[in-house]
């Protein structure tokens, strides 16, 4: 990998939705170097600007990778210190239970259930966090009312190039766009990196972001899930078959030329991929696409086995074939 390094520290940063800030903090040092023009918008949006030398023939392209992952907010504190949660994102209730999660502030904790969790229907009504209080005034002493929580999942190695992690969604993308940025130079297209708030939450963030901007162009830069092993989904995408290119979701079809652009710079260039259709999720290419009087969208997107969860799974190889895309998409010459 380019830098194996930062894709690990992102995934360890703390910044479960809507609360990104430390995040955020940590891409805008890394970028700072390499940007013409950075700033951060209200909604919390990391805007990072690369000038194109196309000028007038030049397209304005917005890359979207949000920064937040996925958690839980405290609604409840119990009188012997138990505290109920509901969701921010969406969470598996059977992969959340007897994890471990982590508080802003770095208290600890363990996710368990109000009955059998075979019973919670995937509700997090029904899960509670037991950080070791005694009583709701001992957890009161480091925990309150609406503070999040994240999930605890260290950066693991696997076998043929593959790695483990919390947060794989979408910290991949993030470090897809920083490795793309540090190689953008004399870019013909002008480029517009944002590292977004709370895709989790219903692609908040890059909606004002790209009313902001007005791009000719939309690519949201995240992950997708596999159908490569057993599982609920059903479809086609493989873990190691390439970076995906989305052509369609449930909230978003792909701009028909955006994904003839996508397969002629990875044919022209020798970057393996394969065309990406699911029909659960989606990403932030949605909310750019209906922004402002409509912008022309697609994704790239690299496929992960277990995501929303604390050990999600990737290839190598996938990630870094979608900075290799992204690369040739920016220098592209749209004729449209």
């Not at 012997?80 to 502030?105: E, H, I, M, P």
């Not at 130079?185 to 004002?208: A, M, T």
Request: charge should be negative; aromatic fraction near 8%; include cysteine.
């Amino acid at each position: 990998m380019r830098d194996e390094k930062l894709l690990k520290d992102l995934t360890q940063l703390w910044g479960v939705a809507g609360f990104e800030k430390q995040v955020r903090q940590f891409i805008e040092k890394q970028a700072a170097p390499y940007a013409d023009e950075i700033f951060t918008d209200a909604m919390g949006n990391l805007i990072v600007h690369k000038n194109g030398t196309g000028k007038k023939d030049a397209k304005k392209i917005m890359y979207a990778a949000h920064m937040d992952e996925i958690g839980f907010m405290v609604k409840t504190i119990e009188a012997d210190g138990r505290l109920r949660v509901c969701n921010l994102g969406w969470n598996w209730t059977g992969s959340a239970y007897n994890g471990r999660v982590q508080f802003k502030n770095g208290v600890k904790g363990v996710v368990s259930c109000i009955g059998p969790i075979e019973e919670a229907n995937n509700k997090a009504g029904k899960l509670y966090i037991d950080i070791g209080a005694t009583s709701k005034e001992d957890a009161m002493k480091v925990v309150h009312l609406g503070d999040a929580c994240g999930y605890m999942g260290e950066y693991l190695e696997l076998q043929n190039d593959r790695i483990c992690s919390k947060s794989l969604d979408n910290r991949i993308g993030c470090y897809q766009l920083l490795e793309a940025l540090k190689e953008n130079k004399d870019c013909f297209n002008d480029i517009y990196y944002v590292f977004c708030v709370q895709e989790e939450l219903g692609c908040r963030g890059s909606k004002p972001a790209a009313e902001r901007i007005r791009p000719d162009i939309g690519i949201a830069v995240d992950i997708t899930p596999a159908h490569d092993y057993p599982c609920d989904l059903e479809g086609s995408n493989e873990v190691d078959g390439g970076i995906g290119i989305k052509i369609c979701d449930p909230s978003v079809v792909s701009d028909e030329d955006v994904v003839e652009a996508m397969i002629a710079c990875c044919e022209n260039n020798h970057i393996p991929y394969q065309r990406e259709v699911i029909d659960q999720g989606g990403t932030d290419a949605s909310s750019m696409n209906i922004s402002g009087l409509g912008v022309r969208t697609g994704g790239v997107v690299v496929v992960t086995r277990y995501p929303h969860c604390q050990s999600a799974v990737a290839s190598k190889k996938d990630i870094e074939a979608g900075i290799d895309l992204i690369n040739a998409f920016s220098q592209y010459e749209f004729k449209f």
